[in-house]
């Protein structure tokens, strides 16, 4: 499913940047960390806007789902008040990015071993354009097939 892909490859491109954001924390070099969690954050924008207005949106219409989906949203958003309210200066401010770029992985985890799964056997036709049309809208370029 080209979706999916695109999907995967974006928590590829998301992980590997905060595997640099670690390193560069660690070695105290705070200019380099700043401008990659400002790219991070722009990138988990786009991702998750694909994910939430499209995938999620309909996965939603199943019931069972809607809990799951909820937790994976609030993920997004406890990720985004971090990102973007961490002062990197301070040893705190560095602490709380670290420990939630930690649960970035975990959180793609549910998402690639769960929820990407169950949508390949529950979702229709119809349900995948809609979320495929979502994705495109917000990436401005139509999925690599
Ligand atoms: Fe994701």
Not at 2 to 29: C, M, T, W
Not at 40 to 66: K, S
Not at 116 to 136: H, K, R, V
Request: charged fraction near 30%; include cysteine; hydrophobic fraction near 40%.
């Amino acid at each position: 499913m080209p979706l999916i892909k695109e999907f995967i490859a974006e928590h590829e491109a998301v992980y590997n940047l905060s595997g640099d954001i670690r390193r560069a924390l660690e070695q105290f070099d705070i200019d380099t960390a700043r401008a990659q969690v400002a790219d991070i954050q722009q990138q988990l924008h786009a991702h998750w806007a694909g994910e939430e207005q499209g995938l999620f949106t309909v996965m939603r219409e199943d019931p069972e789902c809607a809990d799951y989906i909820d937790a994976l949203e609030a993920e997004h958003r406890d990720m985004t008040a971090v990102l973007s309210g961490a002062d990197l200066m301070t040893a705190e401010g560095r602490e709380q990015v670290l420990a939630s770029l930690a649960s970035l992985w975990p959180h793609i985890e549910k998402e690639e071993d769960g929820l990407f799964p169950m949508s390949l056997t529950t979702l229709s036709g119809e349900q995948w354009t809609a979320a495929i049309d979502a994705w495109e809208r917000v990436h401005g370029r139509p999925v690599r097939r």
